[in-house]
């Protein structure tokens, strides 16, 4: 149950009540491949006259009925009497199905087979995000890319201590109080604290607890919802309409309007401790973040104010807060399906602690001894500060093997299976020689990829939460044996900072929490297997605190 709520937070949860059921039940743009063609008769599969197409069950109008039933045992079944590559009739659509390693690389892979072309045709996607960028308007602009490799990446180390402290707050204040805790709807905290821990990577520490940054962040991804269409019929017209509609005016302005405001007095009282500074002929490092980076490039990014700036600070919000904490749920889902799991993890997370404490009480004592340093006081507020020895540094989440192998295999399992729509904008030939023709739609066979013994090892059926612990195989690695992030040049660029979040959040829950349970076990299965938040209301999940663990921070959060 959620504590501590002030009346004023009172007011967001009644807002958030109707929002996260939206923005929770929508999979943000990258994560709604399959869906997104639905619903459109606009669709068609290849005419390459090669590729079969899969016959309809008897007293069926489409593939779906089939498919629901179950989505392995139909691909399956389709790859083995019509080869890697056939058409479907499914989600409302013609669509390709292309099978095995090659031919699903070949989607993601070749230039001309386009992802948000895909989405853009039936949504309007591309309006919806030119509506709140003054430059980089071109849908295929690398400009995300290089500032995600730029600004986020190399920084890792500073963010991970900011992600911790922030994913702390709001889980002491959702999850503080009783030995057992009840929570009703788990995405709503997971919810909070990853909009935290982005709204301090990208806009700042001083703004990470900002209500207003906060609402925006979750808030767009209602409008983003509406944008899909999601819950309501799409047509045809539906894209015709959005394309329109945002070119006019776009629900988004208010909440790059609300990042202006409140980013305006925070760059302005950076400048003045630059002046300060520069007049006191001292040197001024700016605080490490996503705005400050795009603020100091403009110019090498093309940026024309700080409107332009917030829009796309809003745009990286829309592709990484609802992905990051749908798959941050969902790994806390796994770990209530199966219990047995949370004590070896707890157990990692120790030893990996204990090495790290030792570790710098060696280098304090190598650095006492060279005389370096005069007394142990001098550490105190540095990197060796005994007092942050057990704290989650980025080094130490990297070695967490068990929880990567555990987040890996939720990702496998849990991946829609039919997965990675794309619009062919050209004749496209595929590896084995079959054409996907211009204007068709190619989807991937998940199934094929993330089931098959040859890539994922022995019974690949099963949950097997370490099989890839010593494989070399981590839960960012984007390839065609984990397809959640893409592969290739198109890659997502902010997985990093993706599943050090999830990690970070599953190492925290597993240290403070020694059970989890779902309590309406009837809904286990379909909230394991949900990819777009469907089952709504999902089970509420019962958490027991580990004894003896210490929630920081008590501040109340507001949820
Ligand atoms: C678990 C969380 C996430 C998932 C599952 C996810 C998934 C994806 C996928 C499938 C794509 C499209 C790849 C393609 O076109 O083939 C994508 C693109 C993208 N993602 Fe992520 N993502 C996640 C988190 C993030 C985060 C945290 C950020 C920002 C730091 C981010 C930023 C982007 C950007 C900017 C693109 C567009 C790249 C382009 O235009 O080529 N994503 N993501």
Known sequence: ????????????????????????????????????????????????????????????????????????????????????????????QRVTCV????????????DDLNFSDALNQLTGLHAFMASIRKSNKDADNRM???????????????????????????????????????????GYVIQEIIASAMADVYMGSELEKDRKVIDAFIMCNYDFGMMLAFNSGRSFW??????????????????VQALVDVATPVLERRSQLKAEALRQGKEYSPPTDVLQAMVDNAAKYGYVDLEDICGHILILVLASVHTTNLFTTHALYYMAAYPQYIEPMFEEV??????????????????????????????????????????LSEKAVRKLQKIDSFVR????????????????RRDTVLSNGMKITKGSRVIGN????????????????????????????????????????????????????AVNEIKIVCALIVTKFSKLEIKEKEKTMDMLLDRLGYVNPPSPIIMTRREGSILQSPAPVAI
């Open 99 to 110: 099978s095995g390693p090659t031919l699903v690389r070949d989607i993601f892979m070749t």
């Open 144 to 186: 995300p890319h290089e500032l995600i490799k730029d600004a986020i990446s190399p920084n890792m180390a500073e963010f991970t201590p900011r992600i911790v402290s922030c994913a702390e707050r709001v889980i002491s204040g959702a999850m503080g109080g009783s030995n057992e805790v009840v929570i009703d709807h788990l």
């Open 409 to 424: 295999e939720t990702m496998r399992y849990q991946n829609t299976r039919l997965f990675g729509t794309h619009l062919a």
């Open 350 to 391: 120790q030893e990996v602690l204990n090495e790290q404490a030792k570790e710098r009480e060696e280098q304090r004592q190598e650095q006492l001894a060279s005389g370096n340093v005069s007394s142990m006081a001098a550490f105190l507020g540095t990197e060796l500060d005994p007092q942050n020895d057990r704290q």
């Open 238 to 255: 539906h894209s015709i309409k959005n394309k329109f509609k945002y070119n006019v005016r776009s629900p988004l302005h208010k909440h």
């Open 446 to 497: 998940v199934t094929s990829v993330h089931f098959s013994e040859e890539l994922q090892g022995e019974e690949p059926f099963e949950f097997r939460p370490w099989r890839f612990v010593g494989k070399g195989k981590g839960a960012s690695k984007a390839a065609v044996d984990l397809l959640p992030f893409g592969i290739g040049r198109h890659a997502c660029p902010g997985r990093f900072l």
């Open 1 to 92: 149950m959620f504590e501590s709520l002030s009346s004023s937070t009172r007011n967001v949860v009644a807002v958030l009540k109707v929002a996260i059921p939206v923005a929770v039940g929508l999979a943000s743009a990258v994560y709604l491949g399959k869906k997104m063609a639905a619903q459109s008769g606009s669709s068609d599969f290849s005419r390459d006259k090669t590729i079969p197409t899969v016959a309809i069950r008897a007293g069926d109008q489409s593939h779906d009925a089939e498919y629901n039933e179950d989505p392995d045992k139909f691909l399956q079944k389709c790859e083995k009497q019509y080869g890697q590559v056939f058409n479907l009739l499914i989600l409302n």
